[in-house]
């Protein structure tokens, strides 16, 4: 064999060696052909994954935090637990007004006190600001955090957005229509019915299953939220009269001489004033008596006039009443009119009663026919 | 000039012949090792891939779920379940509310619950799965 035909031979063999050395390495994994997008996978799997998992996390705890915050906020009537209405409580739940002094929550104040409270609580490991509630919205910025693995670093922000499916904004219309109640019931006096016909529906006791509004004039309610069941608002009105009350069901008794006028007795009224009428015309006008009977033509002969009974000259012996004279017989306060000093006597008369509390005038309800 | 003689020339050809045939089962098993590498190295890239998804749809679906059903998960609860999960036709299923047919709801097709006693996949009236105490 010439030195070119040694070489050549010698170089087959070469590779056949090599090739052998990388059979064995293959076979032992110390040589592989790598996975195609491990690295790419890994990063995912390892960092981007379970930052999700973290984030999902993150949203479940707040979900759960945002209506927690919602029912805590509702059973304490909107104010921080553990604060009090500047309007007092009555069996620990806080009065929203205290006659005419207002004391209703302000719940974006609310709100930004106790959300930092909670999520402070529930996810002491991140921390949050700029937290808001907008609509159904719960949202709050959190810091940047990162996870480092074999396949790299990844940074996430700890942010979260959650629908709670629930919005605070529910407290304005609970406001507003406590503000409306409060103008049609805080002086009447038969303050259960009233209350039972000017309420909403769901606006319930503070058992918030029943409608039991007859002890006294701070009454406590649980209204359930429209949208979250779990949300109950538990809050009181205090209907004290903040001037006279208006008089409900007069009632006129006629007799051959005189006329009974009846009305439910009045103990926050300083006295009573019986109106008479002849001109029919004002039989189904309601508001200031001095308005209504501005109205009686002057010139046909249409007579009105009033009498005050104080309380402190009222009757309290029944079995006999005499004419112009007030009686207080059981509930019931009975103004005697002799019809001999009516403008007619024998005409139609219709009636109203009022009462009177530190100089000011209740307003006429209705008329009562004779 | 240099001539050839017979005997060097046929030694030649046989050298070439020896390096064509050599060369020739060299590239085939080269060819063969290489080959079955790069398809185990897809396998298991795809295998990764598929891995991925689910976990991911299956992080999905846990979101779904503390939405509708505020349901709060623990991170050890959302391991869990992304581990638990499993897949159906094509999709991921990692509760009860990811069955879209009464039969695969009510039978718990993929068995999401079998190592969780106490619990079943029930069908509501408005055609939705949900997860229920077990009636057995």
Same mark, same amino acid.
């Given at each position: ?26 076979? @032992? ?35 759960? @935090? ?126 259960? @019915? ?82 008479? @009428? ?93 | ?136």
């Amino acid at each position: 064999m010439n030195k070119k035909g040694s070489l050549m031979h010698w170089t087959i063999f070469g590779i056949m060696v090599a090739l052998g050395v990388f059979l064995f390495f293959s076979k @032992t994994g110390q040589v592989d052909v790598g996975v195609k997008g491990e690295w790419s996978t890994d990063f995912l799997v390892n960092n981007v994954l379970v930052a999700e998992k973290e984030s999902l996390y993150v949203d479940s705890v707040a979900i759960k @935090t945002g209506r927690e915050i919602a029912q805590e906020l509702a059973e304490n009537s909107g104010f921080p637990p553990g604060k009090s209405s500047d309007c007092a409580t009555i069996n620990s739940i806080n009065l929203w007004n205290k006659e005419n002094k207002k004391c209703f929550p302000v719940i974006k104040e609310s709100l930004n006190e106790h959300g930092q409270k909670k999520l402070t609580e529930k996810i002491p490991q991140n921390s949050y600001f700029n937290i808001e509630f907008k609509d159904t919205f719960f949202l709050a910025d959190g810091d940047e955090k990162d996870i480092i693995t074999p396949a790299g670093k990844y940074y996430y922000q700890t942010d979260f957005i959650v629908d709670l499916g629930y919005s605070f904004q529910e407290y304005d219309s609970l406001i507003s229509t406590a503000i409306n109640l409060l103008a049609t019931c805080q002086n009447v006096n038969d303050l259960s @019915t009233c209350l039972t016909s000017n309420k909403l529906l769901n606006w319930k006791d503070t058992s918030c299953n029943t409608e039991n509004f007859f002890a006294g004039r701070e009454i406590g309610f649980c209204v359930i939220s429209t949208s979250l069941n779990s949300v109950k608002y538990k809050f009181a009105l205090d209907f004290t009269p903040t001037g006279a009350l208006s008089v409900d069901n007069t009632q006129v008794q006629t007799q051959t001489d005189r006329y009974e006028i009846s009305v439910a007795k009045d103990d926050t009224a300083d006295s009573y004033k019986v109106y008479y @009428t002849d001109y029919l015309a004002l039989a189904s006008q309601t508001g200031k008596a001095i308005d209504i009977f501005a109205q009686v033509p002057t010139n046909l002969l249409y007579s009105h006039s009033s009498w005050i009974i104080n309380k402190a000259d009222l009757n309290t012996d029944c079995t006999t009443k005499e004419i112009a004279q007030g009686y207080l017989c059981e509930d019931k306060m009975i103004y005697v009119v002799g019809k001999s000093s009516l403008s007619q006597e024998y005409g139609s008369y219709i009636f109203a009663v009022t009462t009177l509390k530190s100089g000011t005038e209740s307003d006429i309800q209705s008329f009562i026919s004779s | 000039m240099k001539r050839f003689n017979k005997r060097g020339m046929l030694d030649d050809l046989f050298d070439f012949l020896f390096t064509i045939t050599a060369a020739f089962f060299l590239l085939i098993f080269l060819g063969a090792i290489l080959n079955g590498g790069v398809n185990e190295s897809n396998e298991q890239a795809v295998t990764k891939v598929a891995e991925f998804r689910q976990t991911e749809s299956a992080v999905n679906n846990l979101r779904i779920q503390i939405y509708q059903q505020d349901n709060f998960l623990s991170i050890e609860e959302i391991d869990d379940q992304v581990a638990g999960s499993k897949v159906l036709a094509g999709r991921v299923i990692t509760g009860c509310s990811d069955y879209i047919t009464k039969t695969d709801c009510t039978g718990d097709a993929v068995r999401i619950y079998t190592n969780t006693p106490g619990f079943s996949c029930d069908w509501d009236d408005d055609g939705e799965c949900y997860t229920a105490p077990s009636i057995t």
